[in-house]
């Protein structure tokens, strides 16, 4: 727990936590209005390439009559006219529909006793029927025949339904249809046409979209919808949809393919090449695919659909009782769905690798996506894993970032701490491959340099433990940073001596040089240091020197939980030697035989001597 609490760790988290709170109240509380345009697109994408419980619902039940390039072709040049609609309505209501609804409005041209009008109008008397009507600027008292409608106690009804006026059928067609409805449809900001307006409320009459008209006409003649409160939604049969905001209901638009398999030209119709079973008991919407009549919108699937598919869609969600539904507290749980991923990342900080906590951050991502197309197979609910998914990857990019610059911390510590003890490159071998349970042996030549201060076991007697500690501090840190810059190893220190190595771990060019002219600068270093008022008051004593050259053995020696990185060889055996002779020979600097040879920095010769456990070696030192 100690471990886990400790500052370095506990910084991720808690910055990861806050990151988590930021980033969830900023879903739950931003306007709708600054998500909206990615999280309808993000939606376009989900209701697209997920496959619709049970199928396409309730496809098999609906047949769209299209006024299409072919039916225009049929009259060779001539222009599609009301005779040849009335023509096409007459032949559907012969092969008894459930319902027909025109997705056409027949607002001009309105002489009762013209032939095409009386063929309309008996066709439409034939069968249920729905016509469309359209917004129109000015004020009307009504647009025809209503449908029922119930209303629940203290259900608000959107102000969006509210519409001044409207442009309707010919009093005739109204006479004889059973119902007349909107078939207007409005685009989001970017004109695509996602959602429908359930309901207009014209004088006093309330007038269902075209689709739901259709619906209501062809399956629930006997169960008016009702508007439902808290939250807004229209039952419909069994079925249950949430409104927005604006009293609409979204449908999932279909593709090229699907349209083509539940449309039939108009042509075939009015040459009578559609079997009676291709139509009877099915709702018929009746459009036009023509961009002459000017019912083309963009929707999720194609850039241009026909407005009377675009009813269909919605029909097709009705009749199958399931459509796509966002209710208003879907928000929330997002946002706790974000906090709680944020909080996962941010405890993760504490446990894991920058590297592995990024794989669980993506995977996490994933996850998201996947939850968000299950719940929409599944339930017909849209999960906004877009920005979820963006707040998600927020949140792991700051507990990853704060997480990289803890582990870069903790390195540069390390680093710092065991450059004391160890050479840079084997440092920097650990950090990188830590995987590697010990450094091998290496058999290299090296240069092997020895210290020890003079008289330090009577110093360590007269002065207490604290001003010692003091002295040694800055000793150490200044010899030991000297050889450093010089390119040496520092081997060990212990105690008041000082144990160091050129080439090794690494290749250092003139090594033997290099060592030489280390060791004068110790001297020079050392000596002015004890001209320093702190040392010079307490008698600090000279810096002895032993230098020597030979092969020797670098590695790691020791059991596992304690090694140590080291070098053993004669060479740095007698570099500990001659710093000893330096007693004997009032010198301050001692260099061995091999290193005398390999210098080429000017050496003075102090003759051959002793030198205990190696007998009689030629010496030198430097003036």
């Not at 209501?216 to 919808?225: C, S």
């Not at 449309?263 to 023509?290: E, F, K, M, N």
């Not at 008041?496 to 290099?514: K, M, R, S, T």
């Amino acid at each position: 727990m100690r471990r886990f609490l400790a500052a370095g760790t506990l910084k991720p988290i808690r910055f990861g936590v806050w990151t988590s709170m930021a980033a969830a109240l900023s879903l739950f509380l931003l306007p709708a209005s600054l998500l909206q345009a990615p999280r309808e697109l993000y939606f376009d994408v989900l209701t697209q390439w997920s496959p619709l419980p049970g199928g396409h619902g309730g496809d098999e039940a609906i047949v769209v009559v299209d006024i299409d390039r072919a039916a225009l072709a049929s009259l060779e040049g001539k222009p599609w006219t009301r005779a040849q609609t009335a023509a096409a309505a007459s032949a559907i209501a012969a092969l008894h529909p459930a319902a027909v609804a025109f997705d056409l409005v027949f607002s001009a041209d309105c002489d009762p006793t013209s032939p095409a009008n009386t063929l309309l109008s008996q066709a439409m008397g034939s069968a249920p029927t729905a016509v469309g009507f359209l917004v129109a600027e000015g004020v009307s008292s009504g647009a025809g025949p209503s449908l029922p409608l119930l209303s629940s106690r203290n259900a608000n009804v959107p102000s969006s339904w509210f519409v001044d006026g409207v442009e309707t059928a010919c009093p005739d067609f109204l006479q004889r249809a059973k119902a007349s409805a909107g078939s207007f449809l409005i685009g989001d900001g970017d004109a695509h046409v996602r959602r429908v307006q359930a309901y207009s409320i014209v004088g006093s009459g309330a007038y269902p979209a075209l689709a739901i008209a259709a619906v209501q006409l062809g399956r629930f003649k006997a169960t008016p919808p009702v508007i439902e409160d808290l939250p807004p939604a229209l039952r419909l049969g069994s079925g249950r949809y949430d409104l927005s905001d604006e009293g609409s209901l979204r449908f999932v638009a279909s593709n090229a393919s699907e349209q083509a398999a539940r449309t039939i030209s108009a042509a075939d119709v009015v040459a009578g090449r559609v079997p009676a079973g291709r139509v009877a008991g099915h709702i018929v919407l009746i459009g036009s695919s023509l961009p002459s009549f000017g019912g083309l919108r963009p929707t999720a699937a194609m850039p241009l659909a026909p407005s009377v598919q675009i009813h269909a869609d919605l029909a097709r969600g009705l009749l199958a009782g399931w459509l796509p539904q966002r209710p208003a507290w879907i928000p929330r749980y997002e946002a706790l769905y974000v906090l709680l991923a944020g909080i996962l990342l941010s405890a993760g900080a504490g446990h894991l690798r920058p590297m592995f906590l990024a794989f669980t951050g993506l995977g996490i991502i994933l996850m998201t996506s996947a939850l968000a197309v299950m719940s929409f197979t599944a339930t017909g609910l849209l999960l906004d894993g877009l920005t979820a998914s963006v707040a998600i990857a927020v949140i792991l990019a700051v507990v990853t970032y704060l997480q990289f610059s803890r582990v870069r911390q903790a390195e540069r510590r390390a680093r710092a701490r065991f450059g004391q003890y160890l050479p840079k490159s084997v440092v920097d071998r650990y950090l990188a491959m830590p995987e590697e349970t010990r450094i091998a042996g290496e058999a290299r030549e090296v240069t092997a340099l020895f210290t020890d201060i003079e008289g330090f076991s009577a110093l360590a007697k007269r002065i207490d433990g604290r001003t010692l500690v003091g002295l040694l501090d800055t000793y150490f840190s200044e010899v030991n940073g000297l050889i450093e810059r010089r390119g040496g190893m520092i081997d060990k220190v212990v105690g008041d001596a000082v144990h160091a190595l050129f080439n090794a771990p690494e290749d250092l060019e003139g090594h033997v040089d290099v060592a030489v002219a280390c060791a004068i600068d110790i001297r020079i270093l050392t000596e002015e240091m004890r001209n320093r008022p702190a040392f010079a008051s307490v008698g600090f004593g000279r810096t002895r020197i032993g230098l020597e050259t030979g092969q020797a053995i670098l590695g790691e020696v020791g059991i596992v939980g304690k090694l140590d990185y080291t070098a053993h060889g004669e060479a740095v055996n007698l570099a500990a030697r001659l710093q000893e002779a330096n007693k004997r020979h009032q010198t301050s600097i001692l260099i061995g035989p091999a290193a005398g040879r390999l210098a080429g920095l000017p050496l003075r010769s102090i003759g051959t001597h002793d030198i205990r456990d190696y007998g009689p070696l030629d010496l030198y030192t430097v003036d």
